[in-house]
């Protein structure tokens, strides 16, 4: 069965977003009587065996806007968490998605996966007494650019590199202040 978790960190350098899917630490929300985290090592399998990952819009396969197989999907781990770059491609859906990323209504990410045998472990309860899971190895299906989150502690940021009104010194002072609000969008990419 292929399980859905949505949470992450993105921004957008133009034609690319670049975010977090999923990150290692913070709880999800109640999925249901239970609360998840994701082990550092949850996605090596996905990552050294360059499973074929498609990037999409809200889990749609049809609004599909990258794929790891032809190099307009990037997906990696750092300390932070499943860390995706994404070349948004010429299409009306990925056009309204940047428009709502700009405005500032869809600003984090998902992840769908399989869980192979004893690649997740039930860990005792939380402080709110729901059920605690820890997914250990799981095979990564897709990652997705959503509007709903599962892991609330993640954040999101849109950035924008190209013309802001066509002065260099506009562009600076805008990436000045959104580094300064959202100094983790400035991190180096995967």
Known sequence: ??????GGFL?????KVVGYAAVFGPLSEDLGGFRE?????AFDFSIKQNVDVRALVDHESGKVL??????TLQIGTDKTGLRVEIDLPETS???DLKALMARGDISQMSFAFTVPPNGDSWDGTTEDG???RTLKDVRLVEVSVVA????PDTTAALRMLHAINGTRAMQQRAMVALAVKYPRAWQKPV
């Not at 069965?1 to 949505?6: P, Q």
């Not at 990258?66 to 190099?71: A, E, I, L, Q, T």
């Open 1 to 6: 069965m292929m399980e859905k978790r949505v």
């Open 11 to 15: 921004e957008n350098a133009g034609s």
């Open 37 to 41: 985290r994701i082990d550092p090592a």
């Open 66 to 71: 990258g794929r790891r197989s032809n190099g």
């Open 93 to 95: 859906y990925a056009n």
């Open 130 to 132: 729901l059920r605690l």
């Open 148 to 151: 709903i989150p599962a892991y």
